[in-house]
């Protein structure tokens, strides 16, 4: 099955720009979704498959990709951003399989 | 607005079974899969399974198989996982999303988990 590969931790200067990266083999097939989880609640999407934002996720949140890897970029972090953000894609097989990468924990200095 | 509530808390000894329900709104049940995915102490998120509420049928990850059942009601509209054979490494918030759907085509949209429910906590100790 596929695998996921994310940095464990990442860290950005109040209002800065981040990048979270996600690789894998999946990514050459299947275009990436992301999720935030703040501490205690269910995840949510910022980022669907196509590259676009969900109504009510701020315009400071991106998504773009190249060959294998997919990427979130903040632009112009703030300090709601802090939390674990994950990729996730479907399995490269196409089979009814999906994957997780395994996430990214954001601090905002 | 779509959302998706699940039941509450449980709390299972080892050996035990445990089934957790999922129950959207806001859209036609039949129309889109549900994805359940679960979350272990610290740890990050990890799928687990998929079911077409249409036909019921589903796909589960390797590691679940022959250990989790999803099922659909479309009478009350109402998703279950059931997990069997409960050991202290399922201690774990399990949250069901909603997915895809496919067109008469068979070409699918909306590949991506959203909306979430708000997730139920299983605690396995004896």
């Known amino acids: 099955s596929s695998e996921l590969t994310q940095d464990p931790g990442v860290s950005v200067a109040l209002g800065q720009t981040v990048k979270i990266t996600c690789q894998g083999d999946?990514?050459?097939?299947?275009?990436a979704s992301w999720y935030q989880q703040k501490a205690g609640q269910a995840p949510i999407l910022v980022i669907n498959s196509k590259n676009n934002r969900p109504s009510g996720i701020p315009d400071r949140f991106s998504g773009s990709s190249s060959g294998n890897t997919a990427s979130l970029t903040i632009t112009g972090a703030q300090a709601e951003d802090e939390a674990d953000y994950y990729c996730n894609s479907r399995d490269i097989s196409g089979k009814h399989l999906w994957v997780f990468g395994g996430g990214t924990k954001l601090t905002v200095l | 607005q779509v959302q998706l509530v699940q039941s509450g808390t449980e709390v299972k000894e080892p050996g035990a079974s445990v089934k957790v329900s999922c129950k959207p709104s806001?859209?036609?049940?039949?129309?889109?899969?549900v994805h359940w995915v679960r979350q272990a102490p610290g740890q990050g998120l990890e799928w687990m399974a998929i079911?077409?509420?249409?036909?019921?049928?589903?796909d589960y990850a390797e590691q679940f198989q022959g250990r989790v059942t999803l099922t659909s009601d479309t009478p009350t509209t109402t998703i279950y996982m059931e997990i069997s054979g409960l050991t202290s490494e399922d201690t774990a918030v399990y949250y069901c999303?909603?997915?895809?759907?496919?067109?008469?085509?068979?070409?699918?949209?909306?590949?991506?988990?959203?909306?979430w429910g708000q997730g139920t906590l299983v605690t396995v100790s004896s």
């Open positions: 999303a909603r997915g895809l759907y496919y067109d008469s085509f068979r070409i699918y949209y909306d590949d991506w988990f959203h909306p």
């Open positions: 806001g859209y036609i049940f039949t129309s889109y899969y």
């Open positions: 999946s990514l050459k097939r299947f275009s």
């Open positions: 079911i077409n509420p249409s036909d019921k049928r589903a």
